[in-house]
């Protein structure tokens, strides 16, 4: 156990003498933090390369004023930057907000990173290559990790493809990419473009 983990259950132990004994939400939520930090640290293996960023910013195209997503019936999210939908306060981006370019890198490199240990969580220590990695981040970035208690497929974490690239089923799970092209049940040009270019990154030897 690390000493943040440790320091955490502590305090919220000493802040709930005699309080009833289920927990709030903000108290599951700072363990979950503390020990997602955990186990990051064990499996912080891949980074993301040029590679696998040129691919998300040949899709997430830079844009300095946010902007509804166009193909959600709602517009949500509301999106800025290199497809960054949160801002730096933690909160959803507002729509019409205007950044500049290094508010745009500053939150593409704070995501890439959260993708990166999210990725490197999932693999769970089995095997990728940097290609496969690039490509996984990548995948993540625009459908989400899904990393929660439920089996719903929501994004990358229970996924068909995952499940095919954590056996070793590496064909497979480059076929999975291809599922993935709709959003509020419609097929988009440019999420068929996206899995397609996925892929095929996921299957490239060089």
Do not use: C
């Not at 907000?97 to 959260?114: E, G, P, S, T």
């Amino acid at each position: 156990m690390s000493a943040a983990l440790f320091e955490t259950i502590k305090s919220i132990i000493a802040a709930r003498i005699g309080k009833p004994a289920k927990l709030t939400q903000a108290e599951v939520d700072a363990v979950n933090r503390a020990l997602l930090g955990d186990v990051a640290k064990a499996y912080a293996g891949l980074k993301v390369s040029q590679r696998g960023i040129d691919l998300i910013h040949s899709f997430e195209q830079l844009r300095l004023t946010a902007y509804p997503d166009p193909g959600s019936r709602n517009g949500l999210p509301v999106t800025n930057g290199w497809g960054t939908t949160v801002d730096e306060d933690g909160k959803p981006i507002k729509l019409g907000a205007v950044w500049d370019k290094a508010k745009a890198d500053r939150l593409f490199a704070r995501d890439i990173a959260k993708f990166e240990t999210g990725v490197n969580l999932l693999l769970a220590g089995r095997p990728a290559t940097q290609n496969q990695f690039d490509a996984l981040v990548s995948f993540a970035y625009n459908v989400g990790l899904d990393i929660d208690a439920d089996s719903a497929a929501e994004g990358l974490g229970d996924s068909t493809l995952l499940k095919h690239h954590l056996a070793g089923n590496y064909a497979g799970a480059q076929r999975a990419f291809h599922a993935w092209n709709k959003n509020d049940g419609k097929v988009l040009n440019g999420l068929v473009r996206r899995r397609e270019a996925e892929a095929n990154l996921y299957g490239a030897v060089t």
